[in-house]
């Protein structure tokens, strides 16, 4: 059987920058995710397998932690559509326990684009049965161009 990851090993890997400090992506901060994202022609996703550090109740991770992993796969989702947004709202849903230790994951994808509103969705999935264990659906608010600019030399490895 083919993991997803396996899978999804062959599409593109984002260019993400690493040196800065934030908490999802960036490599500088000694507490964070230090998540990695990958693009195929739908959807964006990182893998991500929780650490000790991440529980909330004994072996089961805290859904702060859930939540914030999310919310940044949609916001890479945002980016790779060459838009630049915020989170204005986000609604998870938690639908089972999400365990230390299991590979698992993220992925997300825009539902639509409205002026400066973009909606995404995103899902939390188990490597090992494709189990969906969150799911979240979130509205981004566009930035200003300036804004953008700034952000995407700031974060994002240029060709």
Avoid at 58 to 72: N, P
Avoid at 84 to 89: D, F, H, I, N, Q
Avoid at 110 to 123: C, I, L, W, Y
Wanted: charged fraction near 25%.
């Amino acid at each position: 059987m083919t993991s997803t990851r396996d899978t999804q090993s062959i599409n593109r890997k984002l260019a993400v920058r690493e040196d800065h400090w934030c908490f999802g992506c960036g490599r500088q901060n000694p507490i964070g995710l230090k998540l990695s994202f990958y693009e195929d022609s739908e959807q964006v996703w990182a893998p991500w397998t929780p650490e000790r550090e991440h529980q909330g109740y004994e072996g089961i991770v805290h859904g702060g932690l859930i939540s914030t992993v999310l919310d940044e796969v949609m916001g890479w989702a945002i980016y790779v559509r060459q838009l630049w947004a915020v989170t204005g709202t986000m609604n998870v849903r938690f639908r089972k326990p999400v365990h230390v230790g299991e590979p698992l994951t993220a992925r997300a994808w825009v539902e639509s684009v409205t002026g400066r509103k973009v909606d995404v969705r995103a899902q939390l999935v188990r490597d090992s049965d494709s189990h969906i264990l969150a799911d979240a659906t979130a509205l981004f608010i566009r930035v200003s161009e300036a804004q953008a600019s700034e952000w995407q030399g700031r974060y994002f490895d240029q060709p």
